[in-house]
């Protein structure tokens, strides 16, 4: 590590949105954006569907923002489907039930912007629950989960 | 009263509006080590002119609630979201507190058109706190002047952070 980079660490870790989502116990080397993805093809009317992705092990996640997508038949959808989204290594869900992917995963290219970051821990499982509840036809799904990995010196 | 003095103007909770009547509040946002998104959400099903329901939502009993924004989804019962003149009304039910006076139409808390908007999200313009255990009621009803419509399901997430007072890390 420069001298910059150092100091840039050092000047990271008075930031307020840093602050909300560091480990109190220990000292941040490296801060990258990142975005883990998820893809669910061809739910059919009435199926539910769930995929989850794996965090890696090397850092923590801080969530961000959550972005999403349907499509029916080539098109961008509207029509209702709900979403759980579960943190696999504390067990909590982000929603007190299941929610309207709309209302929840951001639209038109803008993401959701989560009112405070999300941590989820190294090496565990971003679980994703999809249930098609529309009139419409299989819909396809695309996840963005938009945030910071943050590492730790050991 | 916690001997743990509060260091900022801000370590000390700010009680939920229409908390008079209730016993003080003896704890700082000090203690509340962690704040973590999440997201209270409840739906309705088939509201037709005249109609009224209610929905209680149980809050966590690990975390304090700081609402931030709220959004609302109509839809047809064939699944299209729909702008329907639907109103509500969201209250605490700890304090009594209505968030509303007298009630506010689902399309100004951020309903979809049926065109390519979703969501708007409400903001609230100071984060509403919701103390831990306690609940929030949410009641829409369809006045007179309602579609001559039946509304196939109704969604609100309500948007914010728990605050917990012992997290793991």
């Given at each position: 590590m420069n001298e910059f980079e150092r100091r840039l660490i050092d000047a990271m870790q008075q930031d307020s949105w840093i602050k909300q989502v560091a480990r109190k116990d220990k000292k941040i080397v490296d801060v990258d954006y990142f975005v883990y993805t998820a893809t669910l093809t061809a739910?059919?009317?009435g199926n539910s569907a769930q995929t989850n992705i794996q965090v890696q092990a090397d850092s923590d996640f801080a969530l961000a923002y959550m972005s999403g997508q349907m499509v029916v038949g080539g098109a961008v959808s509207f029509l209702p489907s709900t979403v759980q989204i579960t943190d696999t290594g504390s067990g909590k869900?982000?929603?007190?039930a299941p929610a309207l992917f709309n209302l929840v995963m951001g639209n038109a290219g803008l993401p959701f912007y989560l009112p405070a970051p999300r941590v989820i821990a190294p090496n565990t499982n971003i679980q994703l629950n999809v249930t098609n509840v529309a009139m419409g036809g299989a819909t396809d799904y695309w996840f963005a989960f938009l945030g910071a990995r943050i590492y730790y010196a050991n | 009263m916690n001997s743990e003095a509060a260091k900022y103007p801000q370590d000390i909770l700010i009680p939920p509006k229409g908390n008079g009547a209730l016993p003080p509040i003896t704890r700082y946002n000090a203690q509340n080590v962690r704040r973590e998104y999440f997201t209270y959400v409840t739906s309705f099903d088939a509201l037709a002119r005249g109609d009224t329901a209610s929905n209680i939502i149980a809050l966590r009993p690990d975390g304090d609630f700081w609402l931030t924004s709220i959004n609302a989804q109509m839809c047809r019962t064939t699944g299209e979201p729909v702008n329907a003149d639907l109103l509500c009304q969201i209250t605490d039910i700890r304090t009594?507190?209505?968030?509303?006076r007298p009630h506010v139409s689902v399309r100004a808390i951020g309903t979809p058109t049926n065109q390519l908007i979703a969501a708007r999200a409400q903001d609230i313009i100071e984060p509403y706190c919701f103390l831990r255990g306690g609940s929030i009621r949410v009641t829409v009803w369809a006045p007179?002047?309602?579609?001559a419509f039946t509304i196939g399901s109704t969604y609100f997430v309500l948007n914010g952070w728990l605050e917990y007072q012992n997290a793991a890390y």
């Open positions: 739910l059919a009317v869900t982000f929603f007190s | 009594g507190y209505n968030f509303y007179n002047r309602f579609a």
